[in-house]
C-alpha cells in the first residue's frame, strides 16, 4: 500500500477543533495507507519546520504528500511544502479547504501557480472551489467532498415548540460568531421563545469577544468551548434549527454533520454554500450579516412545520453522498 505524508494542523490535543488531517488521514489508515501526520507543534513556526523537515527525511520513502491548503497563514506553509516536494522531485497533492482560497487565485497568481500549476493533481471538496479553479484555467483539479461516518449519525425529527438554535465552529471573525447574537436578541425582542448554544474553541480572541458582547446585551447564551464530536452531537440532540453565519465558507464539516443529524439549516449564502445546500429544498440560504433574514427564516421554520420536517429529510438524503463508503473509492482511485 501507498506510504503517504499528510501535511496538516493536527492540533486537536491543544484544545482547537479537529482538523482534516486528522479525520480524513485516520480514514485513509482504515484502508491500509501508510499515514503519517505532520505536525501537532503548537508553535507556527516549530510547526513549519517539522512539516518541511518531515517531506525532507522521507524523500525516496514516500508516494504522495497530501497538503491541506488554505487562505490565510497556512498558504504560507503549504507553498513551502509544496516548492520543497518540487525541488525533492515528490508528488504532492493540495487539497484545497480555504474558502477565500479563490480570492489567492486572484491576488497572488504567481504564488498559487507555483503551488497547483505543479501539484500531481489538486483536491477541491467542494463544485465551488473547483469551478473557481477551473474559471483561473487550472485544469488538473477533481472534486472529492469531505465525508463523515454515516452510521454514527442518528437522525431525529425535532419539534419547533420554541425556538432553541446550535451554532458550532471554531470561533473566528471570519465565521462571523457576533451575528448569532444579534439573531437571538432580535428574536426576544419580537417576542419569540428563543435559546442559543454555541460550541466551539477559540482561534483569534472572537470568543471572549462574542461572550462580552452576550453579557453586554443581557443575554443568556450557553458557550461550551471544544467539545468532542460525540458530545456536540449529543448535545445537539436539544436543539432544533443550526445557524451557520459565517462570511468566508467552502463545504465545511460541521455543516455536513448538522445535516446529517436532522437539524434543519439556515446558512449564509457565501463561498460554497449554494454548492452544498439548495435553497428551500435541503436548508435555507440567506444573505450574510443579515439579522432580518435570518429572523425571518426562522419565523417561516415555526409556522410552517412541514417545511421543517421536509427541509431535514432532504438534507439527511443529500449527505448520504458524503458517506465515507463512498467517498473512499475516489481516493482509493487517486493514490492507488
Not at 445557524?243 to 463545504?251: G, L
Not at 444573505?287 to 421536509?310: G, R, Y
Request: aromatic share 8%; proline share 4%; with cysteine.
Amino acid at each position: 500500500m501507498k506510504n503517504i505524508i499528510y501535511i496538516g494542523n493536527q492540533l486537536s490535543g491543544k484544545n482547537k477543533t479537529p482538523t482534516s488531517v486528522e479525520t480524513l488521514g485516520v480514514f485513509l489508515k482504515m484502508e491500509g495507507f501508510h499515514v503519517k501526520l505532520v505536525s501537532n507543534k503548537p508553535n507556527k513556526l516549530m510547526r513549519l519546520f517539522d512539516m518541511l523537515l518531515t517531506v525532507l527525511l522521507s524523500r525516496g520513502k514516500v508516494d504522495y504528500v497530501l497538503i491541506d491548503t488554505y487562505s490565510t497563514l497556512n498558504f504560507c506553509f503549504a507553498y513551502a511544502v509544496s516548492q520543497l516536494c518540487r525541488i525533492l522531485n515528490l508528488k504532492y497533492i493540495p487539497i484545497l479547504r480555504g474558502g477565500g482560497l479563490p480570492n489567492r487565485l486572484k491576488h497572488n497568481p504567481r504564488l498559487s501557480k507555483s503551488i497547483f500549476n505543479n501539484a500531481h493533481i489538486n483536491v477541491a471538496p467542494s463544485l465551488y472551489t473547483k469551478s473557481n479553479f477551473e474559471a483561473s484555467g487550472y485544469t488538473n483539479v477533481v472534486c472529492i467532498p469531505n465525508s463523515i461516518e454515516l452510521k454514527k449519525y442518528t437522525f431525529t425529527k425535532r419539534p419547533l415548540d420554541a425556538v432553541n438554535l446550535l451554532w458550532v465552529r471554531s470561533f473566528s471573525r471570519v465565521y462571523n460568531p457576533s451575528l448569532a447574537i444579534d439573531i437571538l436578541k432580535s428574536l426576544k425582542e419580537n417576542d419569540i421563545e428563543a435559546k442559543l448554544c454555541m460550541i466551539g474553541p477559540d482561534n483569534d480572541g472572537s470568543l471572549e469577544e462574542t461572550k462580552m458582547y452576550a453579557k453586554k446585551l443581557n443575554l443568556d447564551v450557553e458557550f461550551t468551548g471544544r467539545l468532542t464530536k460525540p458530545q456536540w452531537h449529543d448535545k445537539a440532540r436539544h436543539f432544533n434549527i443550526f445557524i451557520n453565519t459565517t462570511n468566508v465558507d467552502n463545504t465545511p464539516v460541521s455543516v455536513i454533520e448538522a445535516m446529517a443529524l436532522g437539524l434543519p439549516i439556515i446558512s449564509t449564502n457565501v463561498g460554497g454554500m449554494p454548492f452544498l445546500i439548495d435553497n428551500g429544498l435541503d436548508g435555507i440560504l440567506v444573505e450574510p450579516n443579515d439579522v432580518n433574514a435570518f429572523n425571518t427564516a426562522i419565523k417561516n421554520l415555526i409556522k410552517d412545520k412541514t417545511l421543517a420536517i421536509n427541509l431535514s429529510k432532504n438534507a439527511r438524503l443529500k449527505v448520504e453522498q458524503f458517506d465515507w463508503e463512498i467517498v473512499k473509492e475516489k481516493w482509493i482511485s487517486l493514490l492507488s
